[in-house]
């Protein structure tokens, strides 16, 4: 007789006639049933985060969207009310009944286009008396002197705008300088 001996798989027949019963796995329905449970419900949670990520994000590209058309809109408005402030100090301080009454009529527009820009959140930028800040000025001359310091703004050629905490346009300034 052979002395080998006969390593049957599962369900293969020993050499004697007699088969092995299969490895029997150990079924808990329940704790398929939760570990399901527990993969959909972290599915659903990083959908939701998802979804909320994205609505925040689109939120947030709406704003910014309507914040860029407005600052578009409003950049080119700047000028007209530059002109306005230019004929209300031209016409201050005149004599002439008519210019004073161009001057009102100038005063009531001066006063709702303000009204209009604040309401916007336009404001203006505190340049006058300022240090020299290269991302709210824009130094177009440098004036030696010694009642100024240095790198102090003396003098404010054309206003600059800030929307929201957004530079609309940046002040023109003279600068002073010691040096």
Same mark, same amino acid.
């Given at each position: ?18 088969? /092995? ?12 049933? +939760?570990? #399901? ?5 972290? %599915? ?16 947030? #590209?709406? +704003?910014?969207?309507? /914040? ?9 408005? =700047?000028?007209?009310?530059? /002109?306005?402030?230019?004929? !209300?100090?031209?016409?201050? $301080? ?5 210019? &004073?009454?161009?001057?009102? $009529? =100038?005063?009531?527009?001066? +006063?709702?286009?303000?009204?209009? =820009?604040? @309401? ?6 505190? &340049?006058? $008396? ?16 010694? &009642?100024? %310091? ?6 404010? =050629? %054309?206003? $600059?705008? !800030?929307? @929201? /905490?957004?530079?609309? %346009?940046?002040?023109?300034? @003279? ?5």
């Amino acid at each position: 007789m052979n002395d080998t001996t006969f390593d049957p798989s599962p369900g293969e027949t020993a050499p004697g006639g007699q088969a /092995d019963p299969p490895a029997q796995e150990s079924v808990d329905p329940m704790a398929d049933l +939760r570990r #399901e449970r527990d993969e959909f419900q972290d %599915r659903w949670l990083r959908q939701t985060a998802e979804f909320d990520n994205f609505r925040k994000r689109m939120e947030r #590209e709406r +704003r910014e969207l309507a /914040d860029y058309a407005a600052s578009e809109v409003l950049h080119e408005l =700047l000028p007209v009310l530059d /002109d306005i402030e230019r004929a !209300l100090e031209a016409s201050a $301080g005149s004599t002439d009944p008519a210019v &004073a009454t161009h001057h009102q $009529g =100038l005063e009531l527009i001066h +006063r709702q286009f303000s009204d209009l =820009l604040r @309401k916007r959140h336009v404001s203006a930028v505190d &340049a006058l $008396g300022a240090d020299f800040d290269p991302n709210l000025h824009q130094a177009v001359s440098q004036e030696y002197s010694e &009642a100024h %310091r240095d790198g102090e703004v003396m003098e404010e =050629l %054309r206003r $600059g705008y !800030l929307l @929201k /905490d957004r530079l609309l %346009r940046p002040a023109m300034v @003279k600068v002073a300088t010691r040096g």
